[in-house]
């Protein structure tokens, strides 16, 4: 069984190539582009085999929880940066609530297996 700092970065590099596959995603126009929607492709799927080795150590839920809290605050940072989408502060209380939610189940929670 792998251990737990390697699938912490197997998550890591999963969260990382899901929000570039959804970047891909954006920059597909709707899959008319063909080397961005191959690219979203690829990296969709690599998220998705990097998450199974993560989810051999860790509970599904947690797991999800830091892959969707991540990959919401970095996808919303992609498109502040790449795309000028600009964020009001709603998003931004919303976004930091996620953030917060994803802390007190990696500090406090036992499920975590830390």
């Known amino acids: 069984m792998p251990s737990q700092a390697f699938a912490y970065a197997a998550l890591t590099v999963a969260i990382v190539c899901e929000v570039a596959g959804t970047t891909f995603l954006q920059k597909s126009e709707q899959f008319t582009r063909l080397v961005p929607t191959v690219a979203m492709g690829a990296f969709y799927a690599g998220a998705f085999y990097l998450m199974t080795h993560a989810l051999k150590v860790m509970p599904l839920g947690i797991t999800y929880a830091i892959w969707s809290g991540a990959g919401v605050v970095l996808t919303a940072l992609i498109g502040a940066t790449l795309f000028k989408q600009s ?28």
């Open 87 to 114: 964020l009001d502060v709603p998003a931004l209380v919303g976004i930091a609530m996620i953030v917060g939610g994803v802390v007190v189940m990696q500090v406090f929670s036992t499920a975590t297996g830390h």
